[in-house]
């Protein structure tokens, strides 16, 4: 291993073009992560004909670094605008935006990009350690373990919800949304009303953005004024940052929980990141001694999706490598890249070109790092955002953002789905409805039923077939650990 | 500041400058063309690989521009291409029988495949019957004597889903226990699942499959085509063991513009798109991206239509959905 490591190395620094490519990916993946609707899928898509002329590892660094670079763009925009900039970054909003709001923008920024890095890190290494045996992790999961693994997704949303009714109605919403559109086992069109649109489902980027994007500019034109109701501009501090990177330092426990929680999730084709790093939220507010702060401005709800944030794209690139399977939208793009360079992904890559795989986890590693300082030398300039009047701020939001909605398809009915969550997001503000737990069922909705209904058809209609599935078995037994532990804590609590 | 509105003005000039070559020879503008299907798919491969040496052939300067326009199984892309000016501005890349077979399974189309202005086929792809490499099932007749047989497979209105039902069909299986595992999210996916053990056979494209079968976890029985593929030479066709039928089952990809194109235009277009099947520098980037690089004329690649059209609706009563609800 170590052999194809340092050649991967030493290629790197050989043509200072490859250190061109990485800071053009990181700068491009960085802008990219921070608009909302843009994320890692549209910016490979614009830099795919550049690569034409490239050679296949010269292509691996470009793409590679933008990958390396979204996940912490993303954000900065959950942080500053309560909007994510990309799907996995909801989770962030959490913590981030209230934090914002206190006036504690920059050391919220701070702590998440210096999260992301190290996660980021811990992720590739993990990529790096189970390559040898990726094989057999992929192939843990059949239908009935998919099955298990979104039921899992969907309790630990009933666990971390502030209120729980609220927070399962809004689940129940996203569940019933999630079953528009064809449904390619039972070959039926469901809940469409024959408008063409709807026949692939409603996608899970113009829905985010109309729930967050336009849903808090419609907040913050009823409210008036800046996002930050504490502190003022001229009180920001670049030491803010640098106090946001301690914080990540003084937590570290919580940074590798993210970690592996999103390497392993990630590694999961179909689940995304999205799950990860809210799993890895729930999972730092129910291990934490304190936890009554969670989602009102503790930095820990910062770190700890921002971490697994990260960390998912080593995972994520385990299925898209060696089964040539992606998890995301970002990743099947990639592997077009690598096809049309003559890479082909499947069992034999990994074997093959283990070379090219270290060329691309050295770029990941150096984007990583790269968008994690650009981000922080930024910050300061960055959290002024937090400060600008409403009636500049609202325009350009909306308009960047039902821009990256129609981006994604290149189809008008984007645009509209957007504006419509737009409105509903506004309601859910309006009367303290969660809207990520809309988001998750949404995204699992669809994961969880198509493998429900497989199991079914493998196992004859007979539900006993989940628990003979050593994975769906390990699976369901952390969902009943997840559902006893608020039980576990009310007890304690009487106890003392 | 300054550095942002000099970037704007940049911008704006270049989008009022346009390329325009007025020797009165089409094509005097780029030309769109239309993937049905998103980015990073074998379409999208196609036609980025196919598309820059297309321009070259056509002259003028033009650039051909991909626009992916996914949706509804290739569909809401198709209607695009059939609705636009047949001014040979917009033409685009269509998925054979994946076309033919919403038409038949009852759907609603928006488009007459028959009409459409074929430009030449680019792509055919064999498929080949999978089975995991440790498997007892040998030989197509093994296969045929075997009694649970439980396909994996891509969703319902699908062109793999078909192939394996009209296999079954052909060898006799459907009285046995035949189970579809449906509902994979694409031909990798499906071989993953087979190598898992979800089921015990599949099929896909011959090129698709062939990773897994050179790392030692698939191993294929019998593939469609009219003679035996180069990636396995020592697996035999359908047709030599009987079922001349399905060797005819393949996926293609082919190019085609609006009904009602002019005809220089569209002669314009065939000519140039045959200079480029013969293209040294093409098939040298097809054969890097794994293409399956099988040329068919305009009038062709028209003809293959029917062909279609008639064969598939051989199939007709065989291609309800076997999962129905």
């Known amino acids: 291993m170590l052999e194809p490591l340092l050649t991967a190395f030493s290629y790197l620094f050989s043509d200072p073009l490859n250190l061109l490519y990485l800071v053009l990916g990181v700068t491009v993946g960085v802008l990219f992560g921070i608009i909302p609707g843009l994320g890692g899928a549209t910016a490979i898509a614009l830099l795919l004909p550049l690569t034409f002329g490239m050679s296949p590892e010269q292509a691996i660094v470009l ?12 954000a900065v925009t959950a942080i500053l605008l309560n909007t994510p900039g990309t799907a996995p970054n909801a989770a962030t909003c959490f913590d981030g935006y209230p934090l914002t709001k206190q006036g504690k ?65 809004a689940g129940c919403i996203g569940l019933f949304i999630g079953f528009v559109g064809y449904d390619e ?19 899970i980027v113009p829905v985010l953005i109309g729930l967050f994007a336009i849903a808090e500019m419609l907040a913050l034109f009823v409210k008036g004024g800046s996002i930050s109701e504490a502190g003022s501009q001229s009180r920001i501090r670049f030491s803010d940052t640098l106090q946001g990177i301690k914080e990540t330092l003084k937590n570290l426990k919580i940074v590798a929980s993210g970690s592996v929680i999103g390497s392993l999730i990630g590694a999961v084709p179909g689940i995304g990141g999205v799950v990860a790093s809210f799993m890895s939220y729930s999972f730092a507010s129910q291990i934490s001694e304190d936890n009554s702060k969670f989602g009102h401005g503790d930095i820990r709800g910062v770190i700890a999706p921002e971490a697994a944030n990260n960390a998912k794209d080593g995972g994520g690139l385990i299925p898209t490598l060696a089964f040539g399977v992606p998890g995301t939208a970002e990743m099947a793009l990639f592997l077009g890249v690598l096809i049309l360079h003559g890479l082909n992904p499947g069992p034999m890559l990994l074997i093959e070109r283990e070379y090219t795989i270290f060329v691309l986890i050295l770029t990941m590693l150096g984007a990583t790092i790269l968008s994690a300082s650009f981000i922080c030398l930024a910050a300061y300039y960055l959290v002024r955002i937090a400060y600008i009047d409403s009636s500049i701020l609202i325009p350009s939001v909306v308009s960047v953002s039902l821009v990256g909605a129609y ?74 650990l997840a559902l006893c532990v608020p039980l576990i804590q009310v007890i304690r609590k009487k106890k003392s | ?130 089975v995991q490499a440790d498997s007892h099932i040998q030989s197509l007749d093994d296969f045929i004597a075997e009694e649970e047989i439980t396909f994996v497979s891509i969703g319902y209105g699908t062109t793999v889903l078909a192939a394996i039902q009209i296999v079954a069909e052909q060898l006799g299986l459907m009285d046995k226990d035949i189970k579809f595992l449906t509902g994979y999210s694409g031909t990798s996916d499906q071989l993953v699942a087979l190598v898992r053990g979800d089921g015990n056979a599949t099929i896909t494209p011959i090129s698709t499959s062939f990773q897994y079968v050179k790392s030692g976890n698939l191993r294929p029985i019998v593939v469609t085509g009219d003679s035996r593929s180069s990636y396995y030479p020592d697996t035999p066709t359908f047709a030599e063991l009987g079922h001349p039928v ?80």
């Not at chain 2, 194109?261 to 065939?270: C, T, W």
């Open chain 2, 1 to 130: 500041m300054r550095i942002l509105s000099y970037f704007c003005l940049i911008i704006l000039l270049s989008a009022c400058s346009d390329g325009a070559n007025n020797n009165g020879v089409y094509p005097q503008e780029n030309i769109s063309i239309v993937i049905p299907y998103g980015p990073g798919g074998g379409f999208d491969t196609t036609v980025r690989v196919f598309s820059p040496h297309f321009a070259r052939k056509l002259g003028n300067d033009v650039t051909l521009l991909p626009e992916n326009m996914p949706g509804t199984g290739g569909r809401r892309g198709t209607a695009m291409i059939s609705r636009s000016d047949p001014d040979g501005y917009t033409i685009g890349i269509l998925n054979l029988p994946g076309l033919v077979l919403p038409s038949i399974l009852g759907e609603k189309v928006d488009f007459q495949l028959r009409e459409m202005s074929w430009i030449g086929r680019i792509e055919s792809q064999n498929y080949a019957l999978l």
């Open chain 1, 185 to 203: 086992i039972g070959g039926t069109e469901r809940y469409t009303g024959g408008v063409d649109y709807l026949w692939d489902g409603l996608s």
């Open chain 1, 407 to 480: 981006a994604v398809h290149n189809t008008i009915g984007d645009v509209f789905a957007a504006a419509f969550f737009g409105v509903i997001g506004y309601l859910m503000i309006r009367f303290d409805y969660p809207r990520i737990t809309l988001v998750i069922a949404l995204v699992l909705c669809s994961l969880m039923e198509r493998n429900y209904t497989q199991s079914m058809i493998m196992f004859d209609g007979d539900w006993s077939g989940f628990f003979r599935d050593n994975t769906a078995l390990t699976l369901f037994m952390c969902s009943v």
């Open chain 2, 246 to 325: 399905l060797s005819q089952l393949n996926v293609q990809r082919s190019l085609a513009g609006p009904p009602g194109m002019d005809p220089a235009v569209l002669g314009k277009l065939r000519e140039a798109f045959l200079q480029v099947m013969e293209d040294p520098e093409f098939l040298a980037a097809a054969s890097q991206a794994q293409m399956d690089i099988a040329p068919l004329n305009g009038e062709m690649a028209a003809a293959e239509i029917d062909k279609n059209f008639q064969y598939y609706e051989g199939f007709k009563a065989n291609l309800s959905n076997p999962n129905q609800l």
């Open chain 1, 105 to 169: 923008a920059g050391i919220a920024i701070g702590a998440a990009a210096s999260a992301s890095a190290i996660g980021g890190i811990f992720g590739l290494f993990i990529l790096a350690m189970v390559l040898p045996i990726a094989k057999s992790i992929v192939l843990w999961f059949g239908p009935p373990a998919f099955f298990m693994l979104a039921l899992l997704g969907l309790t630990s949303l009933t666990v971390s919800s502030g209120n729980m009714l609220r927070g399962l109605i």
């Open chain 1, 63 to 74: 793409m590679g670094s933008v990958m390396g670079a979204v996940s912490a763009g993303g």
